[in-house]
């Protein structure tokens, strides 16, 4: 079993900043990928970032964000944040933490990932 806690949504201005943040609990893996969704009520939930964790860290990114969110691993290890620069309204949404295990390769489908967290909320108001 592992554990998802994110930490860092709340109520912001459009064109503010933002980092949310993720830690993972449980087991340790040697391989996994670790992400951020997107959801708002009524839609899809929807692909922000991910992040492979070994290989160099490579990551990958919505069209909707590139240029303007950040994933990076912390220091712990199964750690990982999201800085969100230049919000814009229709970045609101609740925003879920989520970890792929045993793999190296970055996925954009929710369905790929084995544990999610309860979701942050973050509204820009503009």
């Known amino acids: 079993q592992v554990r998802l806690v994110e930490s860092g949504g709340r109520l912001v201005q459009a064109g503010d900043s933002l980092r949310l943040s993720c830690a993972a609990s449980g087991r340790t893996f040697r391989d996994y990928v670790m992400g951020w969704f997107r959801q708002v009520p009524g839609t899809d939930r929807e692909f922000v970032a991910a992040l492979n964790w070994r290989s160099g860290g490579s990551a990958v990114y919505a069209d909707k964000v590139k240029g303007r969110f950040t994933i990076s691993r912390d220091n712990a290890e199964m750690t990982v944040s999201l800085q969100m620069n230049n919000l814009k309204a229709e970045d609101t949404a609740v925003y879920y933490c989520?970890?792929?295990?045993?793999?190296?390769?970055?996925?954009?489908?929710?369905?790929?990932?084995?544990?999610w967290g309860q979701g942050t909320q973050v509204t820009v108001s503009s």
């Open positions: 989520a970890i792929d295990l045993w793999t190296t390769v970055v996925k954009t489908t929710p369905d790929a990932y084995d544990y």
